[in-house]
């Protein structure tokens, strides 16, 4: 009997138990064999060692939902990333961090008891298959309770799902350390970490965490910088620091199927010490981002602050800042920023005279359409704003002729009443 005859067979109820059973392992050798021949080869992660004797440091707490493994560590009070000390994340100005994020809800948030928060996962794309096989949590609380290590530098966890039926301790865990926490800190977590972590919670049928405010640090740097930026490229530039040896973020979820494969605890050494970092290197962000000293960030990042701060609508502090970033050198990008600013707070003569000084040095024509404004309804004189129109503006050429011919008639009334006669 042919294979489809046995199928139809079988989906009519016809053979026994046994032969249902044979028919359907037949199915399934079949469906292998295909997938085999199709699906390209998928190497082994390049482990640095294959080191019998590693043993990862974690250890194994007994809860009334499993076995949790967990590490611990105390950083130093002294402890810094690069140039940033950790410790500064607890003392930073909630206000400024909120303008930053343009998230009114951090404006009051104690970030000495914000949780620092990272996964490492089974994959990238998300979805209900991806697991987060290692979190990464940062406090200058203790979990143990009462006790702050404020004075003793960050406190440190990481838990580890060594098997996949391990994962609702380490859920259960993760949950009580939001509970306790003011506010959440990641780096993109508000796209990744977080919706995958409630969708690990609803898939165990697990109560998930309650809201809290939620800095992503990712949307702070991208405005600040004015770049798409990765943790350790930012480590690089701004925190003054490099690793060494380490696990590229491609390589995560591989080393975690060859250690669930193999057993090897060296697989994983490498993704741990990543995680580990990634957590530190938040809090020294926090810390820089949230001073109010100008010179913990370079000149040109301080123009991305002040465009943030104007954005956020805190004109005066977004002047303030545009103002120090001019004085260390950030030059022309600072006197564009600081006339935006100045217009948006009223001081139109400021704002003329500096976007003077910067059409005097370069090309743009967005400013240039931006002094053509100020020309127009503030010092009145529609022939000079005329002028730069016909230099080239930043407009869509319908609006374009719109404002050449208003400003013509304009122009022409003004002529007529004696009001601007310019010379050759």
């Known amino acids: 009997m042919s294979f489809r005859a046995r199928l139809a067979r079988l989906s009519e109820g016809g053979p026994s138990t046994a032969a249902r059973e044979a028919l359907l392992d037949d199915l399934r050798g079949r469906m292998r064999r295909v997938l085999e021949r199709t699906a390209p080869p998928r190497p082994p992660p390049e482990v640095a060692s294959e080191d019998p004797d590693c043993v990862l440091p974690f250890f194994a707490e007994e809860t009334e939902r499993g076995v949790r493994h967990r590490r611990v560590r105390r950083l130093s009070v002294a402890h810094r990333t690069g140039r940033a000390p950790a410790r500064a994340a607890k003392d930073v100005d909630c206000t400024l961090l909120s303008l930053l994020a343009l998230d009114p809800a951090l404006a009051s948030v104690d ?148 250690f669930l494969r193999t057993g090897n605890e060296s697989a994983l050494l490498g993704v741990v010490e990543h995680n580990l970092q990634d957590v530190i290197s938040m809090a020294a962000l926090v810390g820089l981002y949230g001073s109010n000293d100008a010179t913990d960030l370079a000149a040109e990042d301080l123009v991305g602050v002040a465009r943030t701060l104007k954005r956020a ?18 030059g022309l990008e600072a006197l564009r920023a600081r006339a935006a600013i100045a217009r948006a707070r009223g001081d139109r003569d400021l704002a003329l005279a500096d976007l003077e000084t910067l059409l005097a040095e370069v090309d743009c024509p967005s400013a240039r359409l931006d002094l053509a404004k100020l020309y127009e309804h503030h010092v009145k004189d ?39 006669v310019r010379k050759g």
């Open 111 to 258: 970030f000495g008891r914000a949780l620092y928060l990272d996964t490492e996962t089974t994959g990238l794309s998300g979805g209900t298959g991806t697991v987060a096989f290692l979190v990464g949590l940062a406090t200058f609380g203790s979990a143990e309770g009462g006790t702050t290590w404020a004075d003793r530098g960050l406190f440190v966890e990481q838990l580890l799902v060594r098997t996949l039926g391990e994962e609702v301790p380490m859920l259960a865990y993760v949950r009580e350390r939001i509970e306790a926490a003011s506010a959440i800190v990641t780096f993109n977590g508000k796209a990744f970490d977080m919706p995958l972590l409630r969708t690990r919670f609803a898939m165990n049928r697990f109560p998930p965490p309650p809201d809290r405010p939620h800095l992503d640090l990712l949307h702070v740097a991208r405005r600040v910088h004015g770049r798409k930026c990765k943790l350790t490229a930012l480590e690089e530039r701004v925190l003054g620091f490099v690793r060494e040896d380490d696990v590229p973020s491609g390589e995560v979820s591989g080393r975690y199927l060859h």
């Open 313 to 330: 609508g805190s004109l005066d502090r977004a002047f303030d800042v545009a103002n120090a970033a001019r004085d260390r050198g950030a």
């Open 382 to 420: 529609a022939a000079r704003a005329l002028d730069l129109v016909g230099q080239g503006v930043a407009e869509p050429a319908p609006a374009v002729e719109k404002r050449r011919s208003r400003l013509t008639r304009k122009a022409q009334r003004q002529r007529q009443a004696g009001l601007f």
